[in-house]
């Protein structure tokens, strides 16, 4: 699906291939055009629009009207959520961060990284401490403006973080987002000596973020365990806060270099 290539008899055929063909010629490159997508699955640009619309509606896809693109939509990580929630998180971590939301009235929530990416596989939140709303594109986009994608960076070499850095323009979600390279490159290196990495309405206005890390045997991030909640709330808690963050880190490390049962 990479390969660019002519229009040919290759095309596949049948609504949901093609559905998919889509999707991933999207997932590829992370965003596309309708012309990109046409090329690189051999299908027809009108068939392209009318089935970029479906899944538009269905909210598999996002259209991003500023470049033309289209990018994947907000369903797709639910789905992903799904399945990392049923094969991939321990119980007893389930259960660690369940208890870290009961503890501080905050929304919590574990994510599993592969260096600056990261996927969200299990919130803990409710009606009086609701999560993050809409968990959807921007969020996994932009690591520098979230306290998940701090850490992420963080643990990473110093020319691959720069390389994300100065490669292009960094996004402002607020106007207190940090999109200064230098500025940030302090703040890694300050959230990799200390292994809990705040935000501060980087990403939406009036809501603070932490988040710490959960380390293999070797050092190595295996994912983070994290928190939201309004500005107000972190009021004469914040080392109370950060400490019942890392100790659940600290267990949820604990359970998966244990390798505890899954199920």
Known sequence: MGIMQERSDAAPVGQIPRALAVLEAVAEHGSSTARGIADATAIPLPTVYRIAQELLRAEYLVHLRDEQRFALGYKLHRLAVGLHEHLGVPRAVREEVRALHRDLGMAAYLAIHRGADFVVVHVS???????LSPLSFGFHESPHATAFGKVGLASLSVAESDAYLTGSPLQAHTARTLTDPEQLRTQLAEIAARG????????????????ATIKADDGMLIGTVALSAPVTAYAGRVRHVEDR?????????RIYRLGADHH
């Not at 809990?196 to 988040?211: N, P």
């Not at 963050?245 to 490390?253: E, F, P, T, V």
Request: proline residues 6%; charged residues 20%; glycine residues 6%.
């Open 125 to 131: 939140d409710s009606p009086q401490a609701p999560r």
């Open 196 to 211: 809990i990495a705040w935000e501060h309405q980087e990403f939406v206005s009036g809501t603070d973020c932490v988040a």
């Open 245 to 253: 963050l890392r100790a659940c880190a600290s267990r949820a490390g």
